[in-house]
């Protein structure tokens, strides 16, 4: 995972004329990872085509603009002002909603977690502690991860070509947190390693969607309509601009995700579009 410390120090590297830094172990692996810098002794040398990807995996996959960001930038910054800068908030010095969940069920089933038992409306959801959800047996036998926010609220209106392959299952659905929901990615990822139920991420059909599902700790599935009619859909109502935009982005992270068997067939599709599909097409137009 990327984290604070290793964005200053990327940051450092784009913004610095210099070309040698030290090889600390979180760079070290960063660079093992993406394939990026020379190692010489104990430095690691970066070129401008390094640091020029160094800044392009900055904004497609953390939404940090480095042109506009130092790693300064971060040093006591509030919430309000660290949104201007990040679309991650746990990089903040000051966290909102640490620690927080935001759970539902699919639409007439019962929420049975924390010790009790909830039968919420439609767009209803409930807000815990991830403590108090570990610390209870969780009466659902998957969890269900949902990208975006009005997706997550609007889950009850989505089509039967997407929740019918999930009607073996009562999952607990969860969202998957962001900057300004209540809820948050980290405190997300925190339950998927403290549980061993089957986790299912319904996300964006984009490169940016399938880097979240590939991020999380553990992953079963991606819930989806069925290839061939995800093809169609795609190529009649994506957004050409959108995949373009994602696909330069986040470049290394699609090589890694060709070769997931969990993501691949997904993405083939996506990319033999180049096209992108937000999942609230799915509430939109559902049947």
């Known amino acids: 995972?990327?984290?604070?410390?290793?964005?200053?120090?990327?940051?450092?590297?784009?913004?610095?004329?210099?070309?040698?830094?030290a090889s600390g172990r979180a760079i070290s692996a960063f660079c093992a990872e993406y394939n990026l810098g020379v190692r010489q002794r104990s430095s690691l040398v970066f070129n401008d085509a390094h640091k020029a990807e160094i800044g392009r995996i900055l904004k497609g996959e953390l939404g940090i603009d480095p042109a506009a960001t130092t790693a300064d930038s971060w040093k006591g910054?509030?919430?309000?002002?660290?949104?201007?800068?990040?679309?991650?908030?746990?990089?903040?010095?000051?966290?909102?909603?640490?620690?927080?969940?935001?759970?539902?069920?699919?639409?007439?089933?019962?929420?049975?977690?924390?010790?009790?038992?909830?039968?919420?409306?439609?767009?209803?959801?409930?807000?815990?502690?991830?403590?108090?959800?570990?610390?209870?047996?969780?009466?659902?036998?998957?969890?269900?991860?949902?990208?975006?926010?009005q997706t997550f609220d609007d889950l009850h209106t989505v089509g039967p070509e997407v929740m019918g392959n999930l009607s073996a299952h009562d999952p607990l659905v969860i969202y998957r947190g962001d900057t300004q929901g209540g809820a948050r990615a980290d405190a997300v990822h925190a339950l998927v390693s403290g549980t061993g139920l089957p986790v299912i991420a319904f996300v964006d059909f984009d490169p940016a969607g399938l880097v979240i599902a590939s991020r999380l700790p553990r992953l079963d599935t991606?819930?989806?309509?069925?290839?061939?009619?995800?093809?169609?859909?795609?190529?009649?109502s994506g957004i050409a601009k959108r995949y373009l935009e994602q696909v330069a982005m986040a470049a290394h992270a699609m090589q890694r995700i060709q070769g997931d068997p969990r993501m691949a067939p997904l993405w083939h599709v996506i990319d033999a579009a180049g096209k992108?599909?937000?999942?609230?097409?799915?509430?939109?137009h559902a049947k």
């Open 1 to 21: 995972m990327i984290d604070k410390r290793l964005i200053n120090t990327l940051l450092r590297i784009f913004h610095s004329p210099d070309t040698r830094f």
């Open 222 to 236: 991606v819930l989806a309509p069925s290839l061939k009619e995800l093809a169609e859909i795609i190529q009649a």
């Open 77 to 149: 910054l509030g919430r309000a002002e660290s949104l201007m800068l990040a679309r991650d908030e746990k990089l903040t010095s000051r966290t909102v909603g640490e620690g927080r969940l935001r759970l539902k069920t699919l639409p007439g089933r019962v929420l049975q977690v924390a010790g009790g038992s909830w039968s919420l409306p439609n767009r209803a959801d409930l807000g815990l502690d991830l403590s108090a959800v570990l610390e209870s047996e969780i009466g659902h036998d998957a969890l269900l991860i949902v990208e975006n926010l």
């Open 276 to 284: 992108a599909l937000p999942q609230e097409y799915f509430h939109r």
